[in-house]
């Protein structure tokens, strides 16, 4: 929360803001109560004896200030360098919000639910190095990898990254499993050591989803990008 509070304080120190019903702390305390509740601002509103509008107002105003806060990818890969790590492991989420079923950009076939696709470089212990900005759920892994630039990225930091079959294809930097039925053994035990190696992947997106505004959105899907970025800040410094 002393994150939050000195990034709303700092903020309104060089704005000028006037007065306002809740103070840093207090502000910074309710919109972690929504992020890691996701409870509706309704809700959280009545909590705080402020306005829905206002309680909106503020969780912008945070997410916002928090998110300018996140890694870089360019950081995130220097941190791994910087603790020893060879590789990193990428991969997708869906983050799921409320639309209706004739907005096509917005579904994901293979998730079989409208959202946003956000992409996460995690670190081999778990820990979440980077998310990115969000794409409609309709984008494939490998075509959201590639708007990001990861596979350039990493090379540029002389690491290698693990993927799952979603970015077969994508690059010789990042190394898949093998695809196909009637694999010969030796595939078959390639592909269990790459899974071991990239589980903690997984962990890393389920640190992120146990705030629980990332399992389903309310808000308009564009802003999917900023919140995750701010749950990142938020989990780093937890972790931390």
Wanted: glycine letters at 10%; a positive charge.
């Amino acid at each position: 929360m002393n994150l939050a509070a000195r990034a709303i304080r700092a903020r309104r120190a060089a704005t000028g803001s006037r007065w306002r019903r809740l103070n840093p702390a207090q502000q910074a305390l309710l919109v972690l109560v929504h992020l890691h509740k996701g409870e509706p601002l309704i809700q959280v509103a009545a909590g705080f004896d402020v306005g829905t509008t206002t309680a909106w107002r503020y969780v912008r105003e945070t997410t916002r200030l928090l998110a300018e806060q996140a890694p870089t990818l360019e950081q995130g890969l220097r941190r791994a360098r910087g603790d020893g790590h060879g590789y990193v492991i990428v991969d997708g989420t869906l983050i799921a919000c409320d639309r209706l079923a004739a907005d096509r950009p917005f579904y994901s076939g293979k998730h079989e639910q409208h959202g946003m696709n956000i992409q996460v470089v995690s670190a081999p212990d778990g820990e979440p190095l980077w998310t990115s900005w969000s794409l409609p759920g309709a984008v494939h892994d490998t075509k959201a990898a590639r708007v990001w630039k990861i596979t350039e990225r990493l090379q540029a930091a002389g690491l290698i990254g693990l993927g799952d079959k979603g970015y077969v294809g994508l690059s010789e930097v990042v190394f898949c499993p093998f695809k196909g039925r009637g694999k010969p053994q030796w595939k078959k035990d390639a592909n269990s050591a790459h899974a071991k190696l990239r589980a903690p992947g997984e962990r890393a997106i389920a640190q992120l989803k146990n705030w629980d505004v990332l399992r389903r959105l309310r808000c308009c899907p564009h802003r999917v990008g900023q919140i995750t970025r701010a749950v990142l800040v938020l989990q780093l410094r937890e972790a931390g």
